[in-house]
């Protein structure tokens, strides 16, 4: 008895520490037209890829402060609002994933190229594979 309250009180605290490790919080994004118009002007990396172009501007304070994240999905490459919500809703949640690797950037990913037609899986295996890209600056 005593065993299985222990565990499932392990569990819970489990639960909750992946809950805080994997989050993706207002610090975590780039929120005003300020915040976005200063990696335009300032970053000091530039991927691109095929389907997307990041730029990457490090954090003034210290490479220790989590990473931003913004996400510009044109209407012009998705004409439909349901895909253009999917593109974004993958990359922030690969972002959640891989963000521990990206700490102290700014980073603003960008739409290139239409995605309408790759599936869920296959945006996510690129979006990895942007990250592995970037996590060598």
């Known amino acids: 008895m005593l065993n299985s309250v222990l565990e499932s009180s ?5 639960d909750n520490f992946l809950k805080k490790v994997f989050d993706f919080k207002k610090k975590n994004r780039l929120l005003s ?4 118009q200063a990696v335009f002007k300032h ?3 530039k991927v691109t890829t095929q389907q997307f172009t ?3 501007q490090s954090q003034q304070a210290s490479h220790n402060t989590d990473a931003k994240l913004g996400i510009i999905v044109p209407k012009q490459k998705t004409k439909h609002a349901v895909v253009r919500n999917r593109i974004r809703r ?23 190229s239409q995605c309408s037609t790759v ?3 296959l945006l996510r295996e ?10 060598h600056y």
Do not use: C, T
């Open 43 to 45: 970053h000091s990396h």
């Open 90 to 112: 993958v990359i922030r949640e690969s972002f959640r994933h891989q963000k521990y690797l990206l700490k102290g950037w700014n980073i603003i990913v960008l739409l290139r």
């Open 10 to 14: 392990a569990a819970v605290n489990r």
């Open 119 to 121: 599936d869920k899986k």
């Open 33 to 36: 037209r300020p915040d976005f």
């Open 54 to 56: 990041v730029l990457l």
């Open 126 to 135: 690129k979006v990895d594979q942007l990250w592995r890209q970037v996590n």
